[in-house]
């Protein structure tokens, strides 16, 4: 459990205690009813994370919307893209082990986020990961719920694959930007689990990416 949700459940389970106090009992039910989807809502779960070479989780769960290849600067990336419900899971996690080399919050707009723009036109957080030679890129990205986004580590931070890293509260989305090289193992519509799910293999440096049987047991129907 994310102690967030203690904090916001413990006025709900106050408020109705008293108004069960001085109403009658009926009127304490919407407030007991919303301070358990508050406890549900910031669980915490713990994770089988993959050991492959090359392995990169996903950093959240929630229903693949976006496979793609798009272009940066001189550059192309693939890109995958994960949206989170107000049901699933909002705790965030690092999709490699590595260091955390750069941190870029950017204001911005609440659009829905199963809309492609909100990926460049929403209020997110931009961090990059670099470990084994390569750059992973994750983008906490707010929606139309969502209004603060949670991220702990600090530029220089090692991150260990599938570490918590903080949440986004109230629905969002997570994307995932990796070299055009990598072997992507998700595709549009799966379920995803993060700190668990492999999205794609990128090749390690010294060492070549491993995909066996492991793999597809990490996939989420």
Do not use: C
């Amino acid at each position: 459990m994310v102690r967030d949700g203690y904090f916001y459940a413990a006025p709900l389970i106050a408020a109705g205690l008293l108004l069960g106090w001085l109403a009658g009992p009926l009127w304490a039910i919407i407030p007991f009813l919303l301070a358990f989807f508050l406890l549900w809502f910031f669980r915490d779960p713990e994770r089988a994370i993959p050991q492959e070479a090359g392995a990169v989780v996903s950093p959240g769960d929630g229903k693949v919307t976006d496979v793609s290849t798009i272009t940066l600067g001189n550059g192309k990336q693939t890109r995958i893209s994960i949206f989170l419900s107000v049901f699933d899971v909002h705790v965030n996690r690092s999709p490699i082990a590595g260091v955390v080399r750069d941190i870029r919050y950017q204001r911005g707009q609440f659009l829905n986020a199963m809309n492609k723009v909100s990926a460049e036109q929403n209020e997110q957080n931009i961090v990059t990961v670099e470990g084994d030679g390569q750059k992973v890129v994750f983008k906490q990205i707010a929606g139309l719920l969502a209004r603060r986004i949670v991220f702990h580590p600090k530029v220089g931070d090692r991150l260990e694959r599938g570490q918590r890293v903080g949440l986004i509260k109230f629905g969002s989305r997570v994307d995932v930007l990796l070299d055009a090289s990598a072997r992507t193992n998700v595709k549009i519509g799966d379920r995803v689990k993060g700190g668990a799910s492999v999205l794609a293999y990128v090749q390690a440096q010294g060492e070549p990416a491993t995909v066996g049987s492991a793999a597809a047991a990490e996939r989420v129907s």
